[in-house]
Every structure is written in structure tokens, then in C-alpha cells.
């Protein structure tokens, strides 16, 4: 990534001061430059991507995490999602070992 910044004067967005060289506006503080602005964007669609990456992945756990919890109530929801998962995955080994013939 290149540090060299061409653009000098920047018009502040929120209180309209110029302010040279400087991310930020020397006036209100608020950010100024485009490129940074781009930059936050993009790293928070990232992290949104990363913590949505992260829940999927986390997902077929829920089941055994709520087994484990001390609540009664989620122990019976978590034994049932279990036992759910159980017999859809034993029907699909079933269907495809029965397809598979
Ligand atoms: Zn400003």
C-alpha cells in the first residue's frame, strides 16, 4: 500500500472548513478523507463477513452447547435439535446409501 496523498485541500463533509492534509477535519475532528472512509467500509464489511463466517461455523454446535447448559429448558431444546440433526443425518446416510444401490 502507497502512503502518498495527493489530494491537499479537503472540504470537512459536517462543517464544510478545508483542511489540508490531514484525514481528519482540523475543525470538528470528523473523518475527512475518502480513501480512509473506503478503507473503514471495507473493513467492516470484512468483519461482518468474518463474524457471519464465524456463526455458520459455530452454528452446528448450538445443539451440544445448549446440552450443556445449566438451564433445564435449553437442555431439552439442545437434546432435541441433537436428536433432530441425528435422525435428518441418518435418513440422508440412509437415502443416499439406499440411492447409491
Ligand atoms: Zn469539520
Redesign the pocket.
Known amino acids: 500500500m502507497s502512503v502518498t496523498r495527493t489530494s491537499s485541500n479537503v472540504k470537512?463533509?459536517?462543517?464544510?472548513?478545508f483542511?489540508e492534509n490531514s484525514d481528519y477535519?482540523?475543525?470538528?475532528?470528523?473523518l475527512?478523507s475518502h480513501k480512509k472512509i473506503q478503507e473503514l467500509k471495507a473493513e467492516k464489511i470484512k468483519q461482518e463477513f468474518i463474524e457471519e463466517a464465524k456463526y455458520e461455523l459455530e452454528n452446528p454446535g448450538v445443539a451440544k452447547r445448549l446440552m450443556q447448559h445449566p438451564f433445564f429448558l435449553y437442555k431439552i431444546i439442545g437434546w432435541i435439535l441433537h436428536s433432530v440433526f441425528l435422525v435428518v443425518s441418518a435418513i440422508g446416510a440412509f437415502l443416499g446409501w439406499f440411492i447409491a444401490w
Open positions: 470537512c463533509g459536517s462543517c464544510g472548513v483542511t477535519c482540523k475543525n470538528c475532528g470528523a475527512i
